[in-house]
């Protein structure tokens, strides 16, 4: 995140010189620090919705505790997987990795599964201020209850470009009652068994399941959903009437895009993965997995009563139940409800909302943050298909199905063993004269490798998302990419099929916002601009947890060489001589 300019010409001259005297005669306001955190990973029998199942979780919670830094702070995580029959890996998300790529968390991309009875400690630090995430990057565990959220703030004695009196984290996530290991059997099946919608929206780790939909005479129906259960008691938002807040929310659902509301307030929208937005006031955030977001409210409606927090599932028909929490205004009991109905949200199926709020989402004007290149090095149209291989359904890339090698990239680029992963590179576009992004089409040339771009270092990389009809008729869907171990411009958005020619004299190259996680709309396509200026080896891939795991994503490697020597920690997968 930048920091705000208010100075310039002869009084920011005089306020460099003031501020040079003050560094030499004073100590620093703030000293960097290591912040240690011992983690356990378990499964636990939890009942998040009142459902009862079993969810991974990290020292006894989930969502897992949050990480609180000062930008500039190194974290250590020590990390026991007690799970005892799965491997695992967190991905820092949102946390560039400079210098430490091999701590990106990524299984098959940076490093080897931590295996059961193992101990794995991460370090890396957070560099920037902002609202960040960690997740399972493993299978499907995110999904199981293996998430989480850091807040990185300024330095002491550094102020943010707005006001607030305190900050809430809110973090956002579908829940399903089938395992993760049901689910990706029935994706990896023929014939294909989709994971279908899921049965709850959790606020902070709460929801409400309707335990009397599974009455059944064979079933004592209290063993195993109880609404009385308090582990399943709605969230309480406390707030103190009259302030300003500032709520960070961030969503990891596994399939849902989502819009947040609070019932009766306006939210000003001032921060987005880490970057200050130019301010711009909703009623409804639409927000998609990996996102996270920083909004303003204030505490300024009538005092006596609770509000309704209310969570909807949009760009799919909706068949999950809202998830709802309260907004207590303190005296209020936490659990007081509303007296009012919850809100019903936007309409599910209002594609130009939604875009409109991306359209929206501008850098904040007079902050120190990086202009995007004016050119481009490269550009890289990646379509987004579905497809069936040999009776199996798999999401696609450039008709190219994405799949990870047993031996980690970052580990075979290093050691030279180039024969662990496909050397042929995916194609960096499609056949955009005759392919019909608006019907299905049959792809029949369709393929999967785990062939990664390889990018000139330092170089200057425009990626165009390209969205498309599915295999079912008059069908696109939304997906959400994010990027690792980088920010990128977003330099627009638009209907249709990307014209190479014409739409880049389109892009916003004044004040693009930067983030690392974006969402492609149906039927439409969004254009990024990053600098391939960080030495590893990073995944960029739908962060819908079922499409990634189906093939939808792709890796970039960078300027690899400059990787300095990798930790032994990263290669249990990798045989040693």
């Known amino acids: 995140m930048a920091v705000p300019v208010k100075f310039s010409g002869m009084v920011l001259n005089l306020f460099v010189l003031l501020f040079l005297v003050s560094v030499m005669n004073f100590p620093a306001v ?10 356990e990973l378990k499964y636990e029998y939890k009942s998040p919705d009142c459902f009862k199942k079993l969810v991974i979780t990290i020292n006894g919670r989930t969502p897992g505790p949050t990480i609180v830094a000062e930008q500039g702070d190194t974290i250590i995580v020590e990390l026991k997987n007690s799970l005892w029959t799965e491997n695992t890996a967190i991905h820092w998300h949102g946390i560039r990795q400079i210098g430490t790529p091999w701590f990106d968390g990524t299984e098959g991309v940076t490093q080897c599964p931590i295996l059961p009875g193992e101990t794995f400690v991460y370090r890396f630090v957070v560099d920037r201020p902002g609202t960040y995430l960690y997740h399972a990057h493993y299978g499907m565990q995110r999904e199981a209850g293996l998430y989480g959220s850091i807040r990185v703030s300024l330095p002491a004695g550094v102020s943010e470009p707005f006001a607030y009196d305190d900050d809430r984290s809110i973090i956002l996530m579908d829940w399903y009652h089938k395992s993760a290991y049901e689910q990706a059997a029935g994706l990896v099946s023929i014939p294909f068994q989709w994971v ?6 959790l606020i902070n780790g709460k929801g409400k399941f309707n335990c009397s939909s599974l009455a059944s005479p064979s079933l004592n129906v209290s063993t195993v959903c109880n609404v009385s259960n308090p582990e399943c008691t709605p969230y309480a938002l406390t707030v103190i009437p009259g302030k300003t807040y500032r709520l960070r929310i961030s ?22 993965d880490g970057h200050y937005v130019e301010p711009f006031v909703v009623q409804n955030l639409f927000i998609y997995s990996g996102e996270t977001y920083s909004v303003l409210i204030k505490t300024d409606q009538d005092p006596s009563r609770n509000y309704w927090a209310t969570t909807t599932v949009v760009s799919r028909r909706p068949v999950t139940p809202p998830g709802l929490a309260f907004l207590n205004y303190y005296p209020n009991h936490p659990r007081r409800y509303p007296p009012t109905i919850p809100p019903p949200g936007p309409v599910w199926d209002d594609v130009s909302l939604r875009v409109n709020q991306s359209l929206a989402i501008k850098a904040r004007q007079g902050i120190i943050t990086p202009p995007p290149p004016q050119t481009t090095d490269r550009m890289i149209v990646l379509l987004n298909t579905q497809n069936r291989f040999n009776g199996f359904v798999r999401w696609s890339v450039n008709n190219v199905s994405f799949n990870l090698p047993h031996t980690p990239y970052l ?8 024969h662990a992963f496909d050397q042929t590179p995916p194609p960096d576009g499609y056949d955009f004269k005759n392919y019909d992004i608006f019907s299905v089409q049959s792809n029949e040339n369709a393929t999967t490798s785990n062939g990664i771009y390889r990018l000139d ?33 977003v330099l627009g958005y638009g209907p249709g099929k990307f014209d190479v020619y014409n739409d880049p004299k389109k892009f916003n190259l004044v004040d693009p916002i930067m983030k690392n996680t974006v969402p492609v709309h149906t039927y439409g396509w969004t254009a990024l601009r990053f600098r391939a200026d960080n030495p590893g080896v990073w995944a960029f891939h739908c962060h819908i947890e079922s499409h990634f795991f189906m093939g939808m994503g792709v890796v970039f490697e960078e300027g690899i060489e400059k990787v300095g020597k990798l930790p032994s920690s990263i290669m249990g997968c990798v045989h040693r001589p």
């Open 457 to 489: 270092f330092n170089s200057t990389v425009d990626i165009i998302l390209q969205n498309a009809n599915t295999m079912n008729e008059k069908n696109s869907e939304t997906h959400p990419w994010h990027l690792h171990g980088h920010d990128f411009w």
């Open 251 to 272: 969503s990891l659902t596994a399939l849902s895009a989502l819009s947040f509301q609070l019932e009766g307030h306006n939210m000003t929208v001032v921060e987005a």
């Open 411 to 418: 580990i075979a680029l290093k050691q030279n063993l180039l």
């Open 196 to 201: 279908g919608e899921p049965q709850s929206i």
């Open 30 to 39: 703030s000293e960097a620090k290591i912040r240690r955190y011992k983690w």
